[in-house]
DNA sequence: AGTTGACATGGAAGGCGTTTCATAATTTAC
DNA sequence: GTAAATTATGAAACGCCTTCCATGTCAACT
């Protein structure tokens, strides 16, 4: 394959001229573009993208870090960002880390070594610190609040949404509110704990800890969830599922098992996604593919600032 | 940052030994060795990653096309993609298509250019005659019956499938048969309609071309085929859905409409996600992310080859 | 007429690691 | 004891594009 060098040779002009032609700088007169234009025609010139990305140190792709891609909530995370991405033309280098700092680290790496522009973390499971070091290689931008670090971030104020949602179930008369979370160590389980414990203290009520489940994340978790539910003498009778997808599983479980929701278990989901539309889920609203958007147009803006994005609850027919 | 040069100067050594340090070539002396080690050390000394990628020609980026990630089916593909790329040290490069040729031809120049590796395509938008041009390029897999192309490909017998799957719905008793398919102009749809045209052929018997239901995709999609199913005079009795999610939106339509499944309705699903076991959806299960895994296998392997996934009937409640 | 500023163009430096080739020093082999 | 193989090492070529800097031309402005 050609390289620039033959161009120049061949349109009888300077290397620097045919770059000049390559990248639409000013200053090439017409005579000598034509002439460029045309033996890059006729070699059929491609320019070496890796020497490009050498001299120019950047690559046009950006880092996106996810512990796992099959979960819709990502799904729509990463759509979000590609779609943006697309725009101005830089592509997506997908990581995907299974919680595995290793992985993160890895993500990590490739923006020091500039293979990356920027890195967008959708989860994190190293440490603040850790992430930290690594803005000084290029921006860094998180969906989680990381006010108070040098990152920028897109987040939601999960305390202030689970306070909101525990007032909510309360006012419909529930005093026996259960929840499901993702990862236990997770910073918006810490949260959303946060937020649920001092519920109780203000009310100077007690909780039953039982009423507590982690590592829920798919539909079919539902399941384990819900007969463990059955199995207690003192059931709650409303729960608060951080997905989609789990209330899902737990809404199906209750049909078919002839538990009445909401008379008998009321489900509050988060997300909105599809299945909470299609089985009429009361559930948070979280625009998380226009959060995706966001987080990648900050990620090339490149300014350091937090955004919060407000959350609306969406009734249906669970509670 | 301490280039390559720094650390031979530092060490006292070439910039030659430095190298087979770096790369574990033999022929390089302990003491030498371990002075390159103290050097790179003391420097902190990292690779310019792109330079590595000019020189050597090669990324380590594997591209991967999918129409949308957000689709359940493409996220376990890419997840199984993933999984293996790790453990070769490869990364993965998303290009998220929406069926656009444009974007389809992004992926393939991004070969051409050697900015990725080999290149993957789950769905592809444009003509094989397109796609086989860049295979000079590099090792190109497509998640497709490619057979008779110098592409490599995994690929589903869609044609055998859907034959026996008409066939094992007629052996329930069914006569008025339809189906969805997502994009009508799919090579995937055209060899199901060649299998449901010859199927009705072959009994010569007719059927309803309104029993044909095309751009089914999404959850969402089940309410709309319903609506249309119960507008009619002579609805079918069983209907095969080439999507999981579809099929789960369908269920969930009869169940709120009082259509008893599979009595009223039979229904069939593909791909044997978790929704279909969730809902007890009899389907044919595909193993989409062991396919990614294989995908990947096939894309760095880079012999030219096609192999055929089998698939299995999964029996549950729907028919 | 002299000074500015805009337009044009090319040389050369800069970004950096890999690999081939030539050479030298040791071993091993017979 | 000598030929052959193995081990070690570095110079230089190679992969290739961008951009800074120097130089030059021509028109416009004072």
Redesign the pocket.
């Known amino acids: 394959?050609?390289?620039?060098?033959?161009?120049?040779k061949l349109a009888?002009?300077?290397?620097?001229?045919?770059?000049?032609v390559?990248?639409g700088?000013?200053?090439?007169?017409?005579?000598?573009?034509e002439a460029v234009q045309r033996a890059m025609e006729m070699e059929n010139?491609?320019?070496?993208?890796?020497?490009?990305h050498?001299?120019?140190?950047k690559t046009n792709l950006i880092g996106v870090v996810v512990p796992s891609i099959r979960r819709p909530y990502f799904g729509m995370v990463v759509e979000g960002i590609a779609d943006e991405a697309i725009k101005d033309n830089y592509k997506l280098v997908l990581i995907q880390t299974n919680y595995e700092v290793e992985r993160e680290m890895d993500a990590l790496m490739m923006l020091k070594l500039k293979q990356i522009d920027a890195l967008i973390i959708c989860s994190k499971t190293s440490g603040w610190d850790v992430v930290e070091e690594y803005i000084q290689y290029g921006p860094i931008i998180i969906l989680e609040d990381a006010r108070g670090t040098k990152l920028s971030s897109i987040f939601i104020d999960h305390y202030q949404i689970f306070s909101n949602a525990l007032a909510y179930l309360r006012s419909k008369g529930h005093h026996k509110i259960g929840y499901c979370l993702a990862r236990r160590s997770s910073p918006n389980s810490a949260r959303r704990e946060a937020a649920y414990r001092d519920f109780y203290t203000n009310l100077q009520e007690d909780y039953d800890p039982n009423y507590i489940f982690y590592d829920c994340v798919h539909l079919e978790d539902g399941e384990w969830i819900m007969q463990r539910i059955v199995g207690m003498e003192d059931p709650p009778t409303a729960l608060l599922v951080t997905s989609d997808q789990v209330a899902a599983g737990i809404l199906t479980y209750c049909q078919e098992n002839n538990i009445r929701v909401p008379e008998d278990l009321a489900i509050v989901g988060f997300d909105n996604q599809p299945i909470a539309k299609v089985l009429h889920i009361t559930t948070f609203e979280i625009p998380i593919v226009e959060i995706g958007r966001k987080l990648f147009l900050k990620a090339i803006d490149g300014s350091h600032s937090h955004e919060e994005i407000p959350i609306h609850l969406i009734e249906r027919l669970t509670v």
């Open positions: 394959m050609a390289n620039i060098k033959d161009i120049a009888g002009v300077s290397v620097t001229t045919v770059s000049r390559i990248n700088h000013p200053y090439v007169s017409t005579l000598k573009k010139y491609e320019r070496n993208i890796n020497a490009v050498l001299s120019k140190g």
